[in-house]
């Protein structure tokens, strides 16, 4: 059961720093705003940039 739950939240962090990746090269981006619910959207804006600070800190490209 922790295996599979360590698995999927790595899952998790691998997609995250994939749109990070084609945040940087295209400009393309979830639109956030379009979230209601502000504790979803606290969550998503965290996860977004969790996978953002993964992506700089992996090729060393601050904005």
């Known amino acids: 059961m922790l295996g599979r739950l360590i698995h999927y939240g790595a899952d998790a962090m691998l997609f995250s720093t994939f749109l990070a990746g084609i945040k940087r090269q295209t400009g393309l981006a979830p639109d956030v705003d ?3 619910e502000p504790t979803t959207k606290g969550f998503v804006e965290k996860y977004l940039g969790l996978g953002e600070f ?3 800190s992996g090729t060393d490209a601050t904005p």
């Open 34 to 36: 379009r979230i209601s």
């Open 54 to 56: 993964i992506f700089d």
